[in-house]
């Protein structure tokens, strides 16, 4: 048996300025042939999990691709058609297929990046049965149910389940292939754009949602997902689904579908965000570092790395510093030129230059750049690897970086977006985050594991960047409307 195994992951903020080339997929550019198989094997990604469920079947495995970028702005045509041809080229003579997908890509040339994809594997190969791993964040579409056999998505956020995930849909695959299983897909999506800071799966209507999905798998279902969506994208429906994997019995499927999106739109208040003002915010994390031992974190999800944040959003810094705030670190801060001159100063020179707030969403005038002045403290590559517990193992890059320290806070200041997936943000600079007062993050979740231990307290902060909680922000021209809370009287009834 030849089984196609690629990865193709982007999550796409169609209001975000930063551009996604193909650079952008991995260290420079994706991993491909030989090189995407080294990249994944005995990591924890689901295409890692792919591979070793492959494996153990004794099949031969073909993987044209490995590319996964941050989120950031639509993905630039060369880019998308440049991973598709990859994974069509290679489609003929295979006998199934195993896609590591995000589910929420927009490229320049499609408004469903992944449901054009599936399409033309289909095509490419109409009697393989096809399997997709999709993030919790994604946004199903009919394309993407129509062309595929088998879908699974993450159950939780921060996402820790992805190889698990990949292992669980390659273990239906090959139930099918093998004739233990007849997997038939339901879908529902609920009229609900849901805030990120609403998807955690350890509490609230969520945890609820995909309790309630684990259960249905417990009573025989094959697979249930529960997919949260992603509103920051300005297409037909960036909303939550229910997608139900039977065994056979399409009609008890659907039903189960159709209960656990009822359960969601019964507690549709309960996946909206409302932020309160960042002032606010700054003043109460001042209040919980009173006699604090550890650091306060100050989470600015109003320009989160992982929604496709520029990371050059100074509004939290500056409340900060106005509120009297000392002993802050905060980064990564994405600002390509102020590196640059960083690094022409050089370790040990006094500067002052502007950092940030050089980029904006769509609509919104620039703001003047933070004057910082300060001592350069560092300079490095901006690679490290991750201890985990997300995307243990891999190597991550933040391109050059160098910090900053500017008597009240210490900046560490790159040349790419960055989430803080680990300590190794800082202690590749040579910064222990234990030691800070206060950690300014570009991050909403994933930060979490790894922070919150050794952190006091979390304060979550909203900031005017491309990633807020306010649908008011953004200006939504492709929505088909009504949809909750636009329009907070509407009713749904299942289909």
């Not at 129509?146 to 992805?162: L, Q, R």
């Not at 900060?320 to 050089?346: F, K, N, R, Y």
């Not at 993050?441 to 231990?453: D, I, N």
Request: proline share 6%; with cysteine; net charge negative.
């Amino acid at each position: 048996m030849k089984i196609l195994i690629a990865r193709m992951n982007h999550e796409t903020n169609t209001f975000s300025p930063v551009a996604t080339p193909l650079a952008a997929f991995g260290g420079n550019g994706p991993a491909w042939g030989e090189v995407a198989y080294r990249e994944n094997k005995g990591m924890r990604t689901a295409m890692s999990a792919f591979i070793d469920v492959a494996e153990r079947e004794g099949a031969q495995l073909v993987t044209p691709v490995s590319a996964s970028a941050n989120p950031s702005g639509p993905v630039a045509a060369d880019a998308y058609d440049a991973i598709c041809d990859a994974i069509i080229a290679a489609a003929p003579g295979c006998d199934a297929v195993m896609l590591d997908l995000h589910g929420a890509m927009v490229a320049q040339q499609s408004a469903d990046g992944e449901g054009d994809l599936l399409a033309r594997v289909r095509a490419a190969l109409p009697d393989a049965p096809i399997a997709v791993a999709l993030d919790l964040h994604g946004n199903v579409t009919q394309k993407m149910i129509d062309n595929a056999d088998v879908i699974v998505s993450f159950k939780t956020y921060p996402h820790v389940d992805m190889y698990e995930t990949g292992e669980h849909a390659a273990r239906l695959l090959l139930d099918r292939i093998h004739g233990r299983a007849q997997p038939v897909l339901a879908w529902r999506q609920p009229p609900l754009l849901t805030s990120t800071l609403r998807s955690a799966s350890a509490e609230g209507a969520m945890h609820r949602a995909v309790e309630a999905a684990r259960e249905a798998e417990a009573q025989g279902m094959l697979a249930v997902s529960v997919l949260a969506g992603f509103s920051l994208a300005d297409i037909p429906a960036p909303c939550i689904s229910v997608v139900v994997v039977g065994n056979g019995d399409a009609a008890v499927a659907e039903a189960v579908a159709d209960r656990i999106a009822r359960q969601i739109w019964d507690e549709r208040g309960e996946f909206v965000y409302r932020s309160p003002p960042l002032e606010a915010s700054v003043a109460q994390a001042a209040q919980l570092a009173q006699g604090a031992d550890k650091p306060v974190l100050l989470l600015d999800h109003g320009d989160n790395c992982m929604s496709g944040g520029t990371c050059d959003t100074m509004d939290l810094l500056e409340a900060a510093l106005a509120q009297g705030l000392t002993g802050m670190v905060s980064g990564p801060l994405c600002d390509p030129q102020a590196v640059a001159a960083l690094i022409e100063a050089g370790v040990g020179a006094r500067v002052t230059l502007g950092v940030g707030n050089k980029l904006a969403r769509e609509g919104a005038a620039l703001r003047a750049p933070f004057m910082a002045t300060g001592v350069v403290r560092a300079i490095t590559d901006g690679e490290y690897v991750i201890t985990g517990p997300t995307y243990t193992g891999q190597r991550a890059y933040m391109g050059r970086a160098a910090v900053l320290d500017i008597g009240a806070a210490t900046l560490v200041v790159t040349e790419r977006t960055h989430e803080p997936w680990d300590l190794g943000v800082f202690e590749s600079v040579g910064i222990d985050p234990r030691r800070a007062r206060f950690l300014l993050l570009k991050s909403r979740m994933y930060c979490r594991p790894v922070f919150v231990p050794i952190a006091a307290a979390l304060v979550e902060c909203d900031s005017r960047g491309v990633t807020g909680s306010d649908y008011g922000l953004f200006h939504y021209k492709r929505l088909v409307r009504p949809l909750y809370p636009l329009e907070a009287d509407m009713a749904w009834p299942p289909r």
